[in-house]
């Protein structure tokens, strides 16, 4: 079953893509952050590890090679040692350690294993007080013209048994930038690694998103069906997750929805067909009343005043209800869309006089109607809605009541009644159109009184519903079966006016002649 509502399903379905594209966009970006993150953590905690194993190597087995160096070259030393046998001390040391330079220092006296090498830029005051603490071997690492070196400094005791200090100190500087390109060409391969681990993020985010978003892009889809009037539309619900839960909601409430809606459509069906039926049965007691009562208004003149005040006034109230039943059955055949028109080249500048004659209007309202207005449409439902904004100007408004006829577009035409009367309130102009609404009842004349001045009418036979409230609805009506409307406005020097706009031919005329002329 299809119900039609007023909905735009084109903006449900752009904001429904934005939606699942914003998040299919925020899923990826937040799988990329996270590989990101974790990729740069990774990277920097296994430079960290990495560089800090390498250095302590180093620095370890320079230790630990000064110490095995000095030990067998000291042995031979004799104290205190003068300038020559202090530098070849150093050379000698220097011989086991491979490239790294020497330095020996005693008091004032001073030996490199490599004369030519800059020791004092490497050896830093604060590394010769530590050594000549005399506490052991000290490290440190320093930059020396934008290069890392390892400084080693060790105090030489004696071998007696109180490990004496003799003064002697030695220093070894090894060149670190080996272990730098190393951990530098590792921080450059983990690096690297980090792109495919991005792009391999974002394809599995893509997956997943195309996984996660695939059920909510059905949800949508289906939403976007009961939005259109589709109540039948369901979700396959698959798994126990929370997305199987959500589609489960919707189905149990688009089943609800269903189920409503088919009630109220009985009990709208039920209410029509009731209408109908009531308003057939009382055309005929309806008829024999009206004649009755035409027989009495006819005699009044002979019959008492009270009995004649009743005579006249059974009349009236026989005629209003005759309209209101003929109104009812209208309104319940807009319901039923078992209206149709009968479509016409019509000249509306003639049906209007027409109308206002028939009711005997045209010496209280003043006309101004285009020449050769002509349009496709119903005549007898256009005297409906002329009969209906004419009936109720006079009524509620004041003269001069003004029609005006033009057809100012070239593919519209515009019918305005206008009156100088008190207008209508803000909150009654929303509502005029309402069945059964009247915006003030204490301003309604009597039927009598109606009835005197040329306000009554028949519903179904070309006139308004005078007096029941239905009148200004079934002239609505009757405007969008042509398609156009009716609209209300009060106007600058007072009063109201309404404004009825038609096409000059109606588009299901066109679609027909079309047809025709394509077969």
């Known amino acids: 079953?299809?119900?039609?509502?007023?909905?735009?399903?084109?903006?449900?379905?752009r904001g429904s893509r934005r939606l699942v594209g914003g998040l299919r966009v925020r899923l990826v970006v937040t799988f990329v952050l996270v590989a990101l993150v974790s990729a740069v953590t990774a990277t920097a905690l296994a430079y960290r590890d990495a560089r800090t194993a390498v250095l302590q190597r180093t620095q370890n087995t320079a230790v630990n090679d000064l110490r095995e160096r000095v030990a067998a070259v000291g042995a031979g030393l004799d104290l205190p040692p003068d300038q020559r046998s202090l530098s070849r001390f150093a050379a000698k040391v220097s011989e086991g350690l491979g490239a790294r330079i020497v330095v020996a220092r005693h008091q004032d006296l001073t030996a490199v294993s490599d004369a030519y090498a800059d020791t004092?830029?490497?050896i830093t005051a604060e590394l010769r007080a530590a050594v000549r603490s005399g506490d052991g071997a000290r490290f440190q690492r320093v930059q020396w013209r934008g290069?890392?070196?390892?400084?080693?400094g060790t105090p030489v005791t004696y071998a007696d048994g109180d490990r004496r200090t003799s003064g002697l100190e030695v220093f070894v500087i090894t060149d670190l930038r080996a272990e730098r390109d190393d951990t530098a060409a590792l921080l450059d391969s983990v690096r690297t690694g980090t792109v495919p681990v991005v792009v391999l993020a974002a394809l599995l985010a893509l997956l997943a998103a195309g996984t996660v978003l695939r059920p909510v892009r059905k949800l949508g889809r289906a939403t976007r069906e009961l939005a259109a009037g589709d109540l039948g539309s369901r979700v396959a619900v698959r798994g126990h997750d929370e997305l199987a839960d959500l589609a489960r909601t919707f189905n149990e409430t688009a089943d609800a929805l269903q189920t409503s809606d088919a009630e109220l459509r009985a009990q709208e069906a039920k209410a029509r067909r009731f209408v109908a039926d009531v308003s057939h049965e009382l055309r005929?007691?309806?008829?024999?009343?009206?004649?009755?009562?035409t027989v009495l208004e006819e005699d009044a003149d002979q019959l008492p005043p009270d009995a004649a005040h009743a005579a006249r006034t059974v009349g009236a109230e026989t005629a209003r209800l005759s309209r209101l039943v003929e109104d009812l059955m209208e309104i319940s055949r807009f319901d039923a869309g078992a209206v149709r028109l009968n479509a016409t080249v019509t000249d509306l500048a003639d049906t209007v006089r027409a109308s206002l004659a028939l009711r005997g209007w045209t010496d209280r309202v003043t006309v101004e109607l285009g020449a050769d207005v002509r349009a496709v449409v119903d005549r007898r439902r256009i005297d409906v809605i002329v009969a209906n904004l004419v009936g109720n100007a006079l009524r509620h408004g004041a003269p001069p009541v003004t029609v005006t006829l033009a057809a100012p577009g070239g593919d519209r035409v515009t019918l305005e009644v206008a009156d100088r009367g008190p207008g209508l309130p803000p909150e009654a102009r929303e509502r005029v159109f309402d069945r059964f609404y009247k915006a003030d009842a204490a301003r309604t004349r009597s039927t009598a009184e109606d009835g005197d001045r040329g306000g009554g009418g028949l519903g179904e036979n070309g006139s308004f519903g005078q007096g029941s409230g239905l009148g200004m609805a079934i002239a609505l009506e009757n405007a969008r079966l042509h398609g156009g409307t009716i609209e209300v406005a009060e106007r600058p020097e007072g009063g109201a006016v309404f404004t009825l706009r038609l096409p000059l031919r109606h588009p299901q005329q066109e679609e027909e002649e079309e047809e025709e002329g394509d077969g």
């Open 147 to 152: 290069d890392p070196y390892l400084v080693v």
């Open 120 to 122: 004092e830029g490497r």
């Open 284 to 293: 005929t007691p309806l008829a024999a009343m009206t004649m009755v009562a």
């Open 1 to 13: 079953m299809k119900l039609r509502a007023d909905v735009k399903p084109g903006v449900v379905r």
